[in-house]
């Protein structure tokens, strides 16, 4: 139980497109979905919470105008990046977690390898 | 502002060795520390400490956390080159509302185990 699947796996576009990322949780409703950006070698950085039904909180440093998040349904939540730079290049990872379901913690997602040329 | 901070930052050590993780935090609120392993995609939940001096463990691996010096280690006995990845810690803070499940998270260890 508790999988998260994200879609696509990997994405090269060209700059200034837009590119939008699935996150679904496969057996069991999210309540709330986190977007993180990797950079190699590095930790993960939080981008936003995402609460089905409600607007996303982003984190301070994060431009809600260029990465869009919607979360429509208790299983699913979209990133979109808005007129890609090759600075967003980077691995996306969304996570889902629902209070209690089943270990009360965070399940991620396979994560989203975005090139931007 | 919450801060939690892995050590060492990279560790490389030959097949069979034991090696000791280090995750200490400093944080308003603290539900539970997560201990995750990644590989090339995302992370896999490895454990989840809640209560100070109880000791889990999973196969080679253990962990325990000390509530009281605000860290935890992770342990890996008789390593094996599978065992190379990035460890990372994290913090859940103890909140409800938007701040629920917001997870703080180390720098990570890179280890890795030669043959």
């Known amino acids: 139980g508790a999988v998260v699947s994200q879609h696509p796996s990997r994405v090269i576009c060209k700059s200034g497109t837009s590119v939008k990322i699935e996150c679904r949780s496969l057996?069991?409703?999210?309540?709330?979905m986190f977007w993180y950006r990797q950079f190699p070698k590095q930790s993960l950085m939080l981008m936003a919470t995402?609460?089905?039904?409600?607007?996303?909180?982003?984190e301070q440093g994060v431009e809600k105008d260029k990465f869009l998040i919607n979360h429509a349904s208790l299983t699913l939540s979209t990133l979109t990046v808005t007129s890609a730079h090759p600075e967003d290049s980077s691995f996306y990872i969304c996570s889902a977690s629902q209070r209690g379901f089943p270990t009360d913690t965070q399940y991620f997602g396979p994560g989203t390898r975005l090139t931007v040329l | 502002e919450d801060k939690v901070v892995q050590s060492p930052l990279s560790l490389v050590v030959h097949e069979g060795d034991t090696v000791t993780l280090n995750c200490s935090y400093e944080v308003t609120n603290f539900r539970s520390l997560l201990w995750y392993k990644q590989e090339k995609k995302a992370p896999t939940f490895l454990f989840m400490l809640?209560?100070?001096?109880i000791e889990k463990k999973s196969g080679r691996l253990s962990s325990i956390l000390d509530k009281k010096e605000l860290f935890s280690i992770l342990n890996i006995t008789a390593t094996q080159t599978g065992d190379s990845a990035i460890y990372l810690c994290a913090v859940d803070p103890d909140a409800g509302g938007t701040s629920y499940g917001k997870l703080t998270f180390g720098q990570g260890t890179i280890l890795t185990v030669h043959p």
């Open positions: 809640t209560s100070s001096g």
């Open positions: 057996d069991f409703q999210a309540t709330t």
């Open positions: 995402s609460n089905e039904g409600s607007k996303a909180t982003y």
